[in-house]
């Protein structure tokens, strides 16, 4: 596995696409930092950003690699190598390649401003570490659509939409469930559809983090008192990991029953 | 060296192998043959692992392969369509591929028997059709194992590779390997095979010998000899 991973991985840093992701956060960092000169606004915009971009990257990626990488695996198939180990490989290329781009590119305008010496470095750490944890959960995603789809226009539709449900819509239907429902107490269902969407949950962690959910008004008392204890963070880490496991076992499972 | 019962294996409703039966012995070269779309490339993916069968058994080296990998150290194969990554170079791809699967040093005969020391440090997807499959036979035969799969090996060659090619192929069989080799160039399966297997709608229809098979089509030649089958079962 770690053979695939390496090549897939070196593979991928000489891409393009790669640095133009790396010089993308790099830019990010330097205009929000020194132009700004706040650092939790600065942070509050990076979570935005970093919310909704990691996501969508990932997944676009993962498709695309996957699709682009069919003759790659074909050879790799025909070689004494065990199948979930190549597509383990591969997809630890990806995520591993795209959450160094982010790490790299967001971490170098940080140190370069001093943020070894600040206290936001745990809002920092944590906004990376989230940030990772996206982008393995929607590579792992892609994967599997794109693995259960051989058409390429189909498995790019679905990937896309399968972005835009978690990213946009599940805020929306969850939104109204809470208003159609506002007469009942919600704190448990808006504590649970939290946790069902990782992006969701990314961003309540980095919010409550920040200690801005004054902001969040009844609700946001209820998060503090979950989120806000390390109870709560270890829940949240637990589904966070849950994220990434179970997309990864869909893709063991599905590797080995695939013809090519 | 190869033996096969009951292959069945559908692609959605499409049925491609219905209960083939097929035992290659050791040494020689099997040709297998038939029309478009008789099983012929899903037959060697699945000996291969690459296709999972519905149902039956398939042995390579007397081990069944299901749920195996390491039996395919023994399989030297040569794809149909010689596609490769293509942002890495010739001599990246045969340096990783030896990295995978092993030690050799007959990379560097081949390189010079095919004449692909220009090539060396271009990438792949700038090579042309024939030269892509010199780089694809030379990543095939670097490694010395007992049985070797071809599938459609002439693609793409001019007349001097394709005469290395065939010396290449005899100078293998020479030390007792088994070659199994699809084409649809007739001249070229009868200069080179030993014996025929020819599928037709996901089954055998005939194996053996050349001349078996003129002697039961009472054809004087081995290209009207296949045409006489495909014509008579109205394919």
Redesign the interface.
């Known amino acids: 596995m770690f053979?695939i991973l390496k090549?897939s991985f070196f593979?991928l840093m000489?891409?393009r696409w790669s640095y133009v992701y790396f010089a993308f956060y790099l830019l990010l960092g330097i205009v929000l930092l020194f132009l700004n000169n706040d650092l939790s606004k600065a942070v509050i915009t990076l979570m935005n950003v970093i919310i909704v971009l990691v996501p969508l990257i990932g997944t676009i990626f993962g498709v695309m690699y996957y699709y682009n990488?069919?003759?790659?695996t074909?050879?790799?198939?025909?070689?004494?190598?065990?199948?979930p180990s190549i597509f383990l490989g591969q997809y630890l290329g990806v995520a591993l390649s795209l959450s160094m781009s982010l790490i790299l590119g967001l971490g170098i305008p940080f140190i370069f401003y001093g943020l070894l010496k600040s206290n936001a470095i745990w809002d920092f750490s944590l906004l990376l570490i989230t940030g990772a944890f996206l982008t393995f959960i929607f590579t792992a995603l892609a994967f599997n659509i794109a693995m259960s789809n051989e058409n390429k226009i189909k498995g790019f539709g679905y990937a896309i939409l399968l972005w835009l449900f978690l990213a946009i819509i599940y805020d929306g239907l969850f939104l109204m469930t809470l208003i159609m429902f506002e007469d009942y107490p919600l704190d448990k269902v808006s504590l649970i559809g939290t946790m069902l969407n990782p992006i969701d949950l990314s961003r309540t962690l980095i919010l409550l983090k920040l200690d801005i959910s004054a902001l969040l008004g009844y609700t946001g008392a209820v998060f503090k008192q979950f989120f806000g204890t390390s109870f709560g963070l270890i829940i949240s880490f637990i589904m966070l990991i849950l994220w990434v496991i179970l997309p990864v076992l869909r893709i063991l499972f599905k590797s080995?029953?695939?013809?090519? | 060296m190869v033996s096969i019962q009951g292959l069945h294996k559908k692609f959605g409703k499409n049925k491609v192998l219905s209960g083939l039966d097929l035992e290659i012995e050791e040494g020689g070269i099997f040709a297998v043959l038939g029309p478009n779309g008789s099983g012929k490339t899903t037959l060697i993916k699945s000996i291969l692992g690459m296709v999972i069968p519905n149902k039956g058994e398939i042995s390579v080296l007397g081990k069944n392969i299901k749920n195996s990998s390491k039996y395919r150290n023994k399989i030297d194969y040569l794809p149909q369509i010689a596609n490769f990554p293509s942002n890495l170079k010739v001599k990246e791809l045969i340096k990783m591929i030896k990295d995978l699967r092993g030690k050799t040093a007959e990379d560097e005969s081949l390189i010079k028997l095919f004449k692909l020391e220009p090539f060396l440090n271009k990438k792949l997807n700038t090579l042309s059709g024939g030269t892509k499959q010199k780089v694809n036979i030379v990543l095939t035969f670097m490694f010395d194992s007992p049985l070797i799969i071809l599938d459609e090996p002439t693609t793409g060659l001019d007349p001097i590779s394709l005469i290395r090619l065939k010396t290449l192929i005899q100078t293998e069989k020479s030390k007792g390997k088994t070659i199994l080799i699809t084409s649809h160039i007739m001249s070229f399966v009868e200069e080179v095979s030993d014996e025929i297997v020819f599928l037709l709608e996901g089954n055998i229809y005939f194996k053996g010998s050349i001349s078996e098979l003129k002697q039961m089509t009472s054809q004087p030649d081995f290209e009207h000899a296949i045409a006489s089958i495909l014509t008579t079962n109205h394919v």
């Open positions: 053979k090549y593979d000489r891409s990488s069919r003759e790659f074909e050879l790799l198939l025909a070689q004494p190598l065990k199948r080995k029953r695939k013809d090519f």
